[in-house]
Each structure stands twice: as C-alpha cells, then as structure tokens.
C-alpha cells in the first residue's frame, strides 16, 4: 500500500499557464514535504520544501501547498516553461525517522511552447 | 567533485552474477541514503547510513544485498547472485547533520540478463 499517491501519471500544460501537481498521502506521521524534479538519466533534484506547521511555502515560480486535514499537498508552477518538463516527484517524511523519504511515483510535466 | 557521484552509470550482467555499485557523496555529507527505482515506480527506500553506520537496513529486499560505507565517505552496495528483478536504477542521496533535503547522484542503471 502506497504512503504516497501522485494519481496523475502525466499533466499536459501550455506555456505560460499554471501547472498544478497533486500528492496525497495517508501517514499522519509525516511532517516534512518535498518535491523534486527529474529528467531522464539524470538523478532527482531537490525543488521545494514545506514542514507541516506551514500551509504554504514559495520560492520564485515554485509554490507548495500543503493541507494537513486532507493529507493533500500540490506544487504551482506558475508561469510554465518549456524548460520544467521532466518527472516530478513528491516525497514524505517523518522527522522523528532516520531521514528515509518515501516517494510517489511521479508526474510527468509537459509543458508545449 | 561538487555533486553525487555513482559508478558506474550502466552496467548489465547476467543473472546470478554478484555486482557492486559505488557511490562518492558530497564532502562532509555525513547522512548517505541508497534507493531504487524500477520502471515505472517510485523511489524505494533501501538503507541509510550515518557516518559509517547504518542504523535502518529495513529497505534491503533481501539477504543478497549489502552495503558499507567507509570514512564517512564511500560506500558500495553489493547484490548476490542478481535476479531479473533486480534490475532498476539505483539511486544513492546525501545530506548533512539534517539530512535534508538529500542531494541525488544520476544512478546506476542495473539490467539483469
């Protein structure tokens, strides 16, 4: 059974519009957040970031928002570029753990010129 | 170098044959994570050390796979007599006192014939 569920296998976005990424998980244990971004043969790269005592957390075109009571977090890019199609993955973690993350499956991101 | 560094990026070998997987984190990252990636999944957690240590072992799939890490530096995960199932990309990640976020290397691509 998965912790962390990314529902949506591939988003398909126009340049300049907003991209919304959705993660759900079902721990109530977790308390840090993280997204990151892959492209192929290439490892994750560490995007963004909110722990569970803030609801929102922005950094530049990147904004997480994280919702405790549905166990619900999404990532805004906002605009969109031909540059941010890759893999995004959301990951999950409890503080009071040894650091380990657990993962979704990821979102593929087209974003069309 | 500046990054994670894994060796090598590719490596194919036939079922029953033992390979060994190198990972150089970055310098003074005293947290070091492995994971794996099948096709088409999530990341999967496989251990975690903290400087030579390796306080959760609880992601190893089996007994056939191993790791160590020696000077708070390097460390190898070894699998035994590979498997066809075996075959992912593994992932290596490391991080400071804090452990996040973790930084990823590119992986090592593992097909199993």
């Known amino acids: 059974d998965q912790q962390v569920k990314q529902n949506s296998p591939s988003l398909s976005v126009q340049e300049g519009r907003i991209s919304i990424l959705n993660c759900d998980y079902t721990n109530s244990m977790f308390d840090y957040f993280l997204w990151y971004k892959k492209y192929p043969a290439e490892g994750p790269t560490f995007l963004i970031s909110?722990?569970?005592?803030?609801d929102k957390n922005e950094d530049g075109r990147f904004t997480v928002f994280l919702n405790k009571s549905a166990k619900h977090l999404s990532l805004h890019i906002v605009p969109s570029q031909p540059g941010d199609s890759a893999v995004y993955f959301c990951a999950a973690m409890s503080r009071g753990s040894q650091g380990n993350l657990i993962f979704g499956k990821g979102t593929k991101l087209s974003v069309k010129p | 170098g500046a990054g994670v560094s894994q060796s090598p990026s590719n490596k194919v070998t036939e079922k029953g044959k033992d390979v060994e997987l190198r990972c150089d984190p970055i310098?003074?990252?005293?947290?070091l994570y492995w994971y794996r990636q099948r096709l088409g999944q999530g990341l999967e957690f496989l251990i975690y050390f903290q400087g030579n240590s390796a306080p959760d072992k609880s992601g190893l799939p089996s007994d056939r796979f191993s790791a160590e890490r020696t000077g708070e530096s390097v460390s190898t995960l070894t699998i035994q007599r590979t498997q066809q199932e075996d075959s992912a990309v593994y992932l290596c990640a490391s991080g400071t006192r804090g452990n996040q976020p973790q930084h990823f290397g590119d992986g090592t691509r593992l097909s199993i014939l």
């Open positions: 909110i722990s569970s005592i803030k």
């Open positions: 310098s003074g990252h005293t947290a």
